[in-house]
């Protein structure tokens, strides 16, 4: 069976400040696919970014960075220089090939910034 | 830039009345899916939908559930007689091919469905 944890439930940090945010899966399956997904306050899920198992190069996109590692089935999301519009509900999600494209999500972890 | 559509946003119903719940999933997509979210909660899936058929339900998907695609732009969710226990937001999500294959699945904005 497939599981994604995400232990931190709440996270605080002050404005301008660097933040991890942690996501550990599991799955028997060779290929799959991670993602992470935005729900700021308003409620919507927004798509942040795809990964596959056979990609471990990790990725930058502006402040947000994204560090895969299959040794330790983790896959880490960092913000730089966080900002208030940060402030949401962070999703890691997993999928693998065979069950129909759904996902199984983490419980999230809310990150909250202050100013 | 196409999105996926859910109306309403908002839906207060009594205990044991039907719902049904409404999307427009993007245009050239060929899946569809169903998701809860219990407040506070994490996100559930539901069902999938592809080619006019159920692909996969999960367990919380029981009989009082349905989907139906009608008129080939619209994916509905149906609750036959609602319970305390469904009050939730309900995501509606689509992709192009299945999620992970060099895809990704959109989301609408949510449908907040409370019983009374």
Known sequence: AQKVTQAQTEISVVEKEDVTLDCVYETRDTTYYLFWYKQPPSGELVFLIRRNSFDEQNEISGRYSWNFQKSTSSFNFTITASQVVDSAVYFCALSVPGNTGKLIFGQGTTLQVKP | ?116
Request: aromatic letters at 12%.
């Open chain 2, 1 to 116: 830039e196409p999105e996926v559509t859910q109306t309403p946003s908002h839906q207060v119903t009594q205990m044991g009345q039907e719902v049904i719940l409404r999307c427009v999933p993007i245009s050239n997509h060929l899946y569809f899916y169903w998701y809860r979210q219990i407040l506070g909660q994490k996100v559930e899936f539901l069902v999938s939908f592809y080619n006019n058929e159920i692909s996969e339900k999960s367990e919380i998907f029981d009989d009082q559930f349905s989907v139906e695609r009608p008129d080939g732009s619209n994916f509905t969710l149906k609750i036959r007689s609602t319970k305390l226990e469904d009050s939730a937001m309900y995501f509606c999500a689509s992709s192009l091919l299945l999620t992970g294959l060099n895809t990704e699945a959109f989301f609408g904005q949510g449908t907040r469905l409370t019983v009374v």
